[in-house]
Nanobody
């Protein structure tokens, strides 16, 4: 199996930036796409961004386009989420995800059920 461990969450002021990291371990060769979901209090978990680990295809939620970017370090089996120009609506628990599916790597997957592995989550709080 694959284990995902997030780090880098915290408290940031409105308009600020934060970078999250997600380190994968175990049978990482099974994972072809990684990304992030988030869940705000009282809301459903929602897709944020994902990338294919081999091709570098990137898929974004409309709400984060132009503000969030995802990058990967294949040697370290780690992906990074750079979040800029944060606002209060970005406050949520952020979950790192990994998928086996070739479809996710080529076309993007936006539903929670498409992902095979989940991290424990890291809290991001944006203060206004």
């Amino acid at each position: 199996q694959v284990q995902l461990v997030e780090s880098g969450g915290g408290l940031v002021q409105d308009g600020g930036s934060l970078r999250l990291s997600c380190a994968a371990s175990g049978r990482t060769f099974l994972v072809v796409a990684m990304g992030w979901f988030r869940q705000a209090p009282g809301k459903e978990r929602e897709f944020v961004i994902s990338t294919s680990l081999n091709e570098g295809n990137t898929f974004y939620a409309d709400s984060v386009k132009g503000r969030f970017t995802i990058s990967r370090d294949k040697d370290k089996n780690t992906v990074y989420l750079q979040m800029d120009n944060l606002n209060a609506e970005d406050t949520a628990v952020y979950y790192c995800v990994g998928a086996h599916s070739y479809h996710c790597s080529q076309y993007g997957c936006y539903d929670t059920g498409a992902y095979d592995y989940w991290g424990q989550g890291t809290q991001v709080t944006v203060s206004s």
